[in-house]
């Protein structure tokens, strides 16, 4: 079965610490897509990074990085220099379907980013 | 700019009341999608559309059933509203580009008395 798994219910970080939220996944398939999107309290769902599974280095965007170890099946989001506006929901998802573009997703992290 | 827009942000319906939720994308996008979000949970697929008039079951549909007959509208009805569909609903629509992200709308929290 298809799934992604998020532990963390919540964290806790310092602002200006880097913090990283875990996503393990699960499939047979060779040929997956991982995705990282943030949901502040206002609602909306932000996408924020993207991970291929034949991409030979992990993504980065910006102060986002996904370390993607894949013998693992893990797809862990790092976000350097966390600011209070990081604070929100974060979903980790994995396209299962890539006609459908059809996506999964964990249960959520709640990050919390104290100053 | 990306828009996808859902209709109600917040609606309170009565147990057995039909309930309509409508998503419109201005994106010319082909898939559109509807998910729930609760608490512990995450998001769960309930249907998706490829096409006009197209439509797929998601991982519940138990409950729920969907409209498409405009490519930018996707709708989303409870027949008869349980309690136990008091949620966020989520509409989103594929983006068409290399990385395939989905565009979302703020959602639709729903509460059944």
């Known amino acids: 079965a298809q799934k992604i798994t998020q532990t963390q219910p919540g964290m806790f970080v310092q602002e200006k610490e880097a913090v990283t939220l875990d996503c393990t996944y699960d499939?047979?398939?060779?040929?997956?897509?991982l995705f990282w999107y943030k949901q502040p309290s206002s609602g909306e769902m932000i996408f924020l990074i993207y991970q291929g599974s034949y991409d030979q280095q992990n993504a980065t965007e910006g102060r986002y990085s996904l370390n993607f170890q894949k013998a693992k099946k893990s797809a862990n989001l790092v976000i350097s220099a966390s600011q209070l506006g990081d604070s929100a929901m974060y979903f980790c998802?994995?396209?299962?379907?890539?006609?459908?573009?059809?996506?999964?997703f964990g249960q959520g992290t709640r990050l919390t980013i104290n100053p | 700019d990306v828009k996808v827009t859902q209709s109600s942000r917040y609606l309170v319906k009565r147990t057995g009341e039909k309930v309509f939720l409508e998503c419109v994308q201005d994106?010319?996008?082909?898939?559109m999608f509807w998910y729930r979000q609760d608490p512990g949970l995450g998001l769960r697929l309930i249907y998706f559309?490829?096409?006009?008039?197209?439509?797929e079951k998601g991982d519940i549909p138990e409950g729920y059933s969907v409209s498409r007959e405009k490519k930018e509208r996707f709708s989303l009805i409870l027949e008869s509203a349980s309690t136990n569909q008091t949620s966020m609903y989520l509409c989103?629509?594929?983006?068409?580009?290399?990385?395939?992200?989905?565009?979302f709308g703020e959602g639709s929290r729903l509460t059944v008395l």
């Open positions: 998802a994995m396209r299962v379907d890539q006609g459908a573009q059809r996506l999964v």
């Open positions: 994106m010319d996008h082909e898939n």
């Open positions: 559309s490829y096409d006009v008039k197209m439509k």
């Open positions: 989103a629509s594929y983006s068409g580009t290399n990385t395939g992200e989905l565009f």
């Open positions: 499939t047979s398939d060779p040929s997956y897509g």
